[in-house]
């Protein structure tokens, strides 16, 4: 996973007109970035939020966050690239909110909430035929303009933002669970998350009636036969396991506004 520093992010954000902060449908807040979104201000850059996998969200919370996202004075539309859901009517978006045409648009956001397939879908059917605006000054190998149409050019390198945060931050911002420190804390969060979000899920996803988090470890990791050297069970590797389900879409869950206390 290439991380851009906020450095890079700098360089291609004063290329542009738009920037295009993507989030995850399923924890828009976490997934956001402030820090980028005062970038962007401070340059003077229009922002607009897309809210992708919008597939996995019901229709009335996606509308929520729009609504939410309006109140910060953000202008927001959700998408689903993976679905194609609202892609034709982000591209119309981007365009009605560009200073001026063309749009220039970077799209940046945490690992995996969907950039490289925003672009894919961006570019469409004209994929084949975008090449790099030539003359355009100053651009590197990393982020290279590509013409979309007349009225819309992006960079075709996503900004990745560093991942920061709490634990529990950097995991829903799709840090690598191998590389937590403390897998169980976050995995014990995400559970709390899931179980309110949806009481079903736990049982559907693993088939544990359980619903104290610690012991739902437990027994994921007896189910998978999963020890320590001592022969207790794993916590850690059910953790992990966890913490990759989210991200591989395995344990379905989302959070409201209302679950954060928004509105
Ligand atoms: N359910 C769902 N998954 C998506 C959507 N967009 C992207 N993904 C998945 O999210 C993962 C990360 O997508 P990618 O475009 O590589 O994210 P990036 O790291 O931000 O460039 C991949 O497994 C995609 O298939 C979407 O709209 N809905
Ligand atoms: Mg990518």
Do not use: C
Not at 109 to 137: D, E, Q, Y
Request: glycine share 6%.
């Amino acid at each position: 996973m290439k991380v851009a520093s906020w450095r890079e992010i700098a360089k291609a954000m004063d290329r542009v007109n738009v920037v295009l902060e993507v989030v995850d449908s399923r924890d828009p807040w976490t997934t956001r970035s402030r820090k980028l979104e005062e970038m962007a201000k401070k340059r003077g850059k229009n922002i607009i939020v897309a809210i992708n996998k919008s597939d996995l969200v019901p229709r009335e919370i996606l509308e929520q966050w729009v609504r939410i996202f309006d109140e910060e004075d953000l202008k927001a539309a959700y998408v689903s690239a993976r679905e194609r859901l609202g892609t034709m009517r982000l591209r119309r978006f981007i365009k009605r909110e560009a200073p001026e045409l063309p749009a220039k648009v970077l799209i940046a956001g945490f690992p995996k909430v969907g950039k490289s397939s925003i672009i894919n879908v961006l570019k469409g059917r004209s994929s084949a035929s975008t090449s790099p605006v030539p003359g355009n000054p100053g651009y590197t190998r990393h982020f290279q303009l590509y013409r979309i149409d007349r009225n819309l050019y992006i960079l075709d390198s996503p900004g990745i933002l560093p991942v920061e945060g709490g634990p529990l931050e950097m995991a829903i911002r799709g840090y690598p669970p191998e590389e937590l420190k403390n897998p169980v804390e976050v995995a014990v969060s995400l559970l709390e998350r899931a179980l309110r979000s949806n009481p079903g899920i736990v049982k559907r996803t693993y088939g544990i009636e359980e619903t104290d988090p610690i012991e739902i470890l437990e027994q994921l990791a007896e189910k998978r036969g999963w020890r320590f050297k001592d022969g207790e069970p794993n916590v850690e590797e059910a953790a992990r396991q966890v913490i990759r389900d989210y991200h591989r879409y395995k344990l379905i869950f989302y959070v409201t506004p209302k679950d954060l206390g928004l509105i």
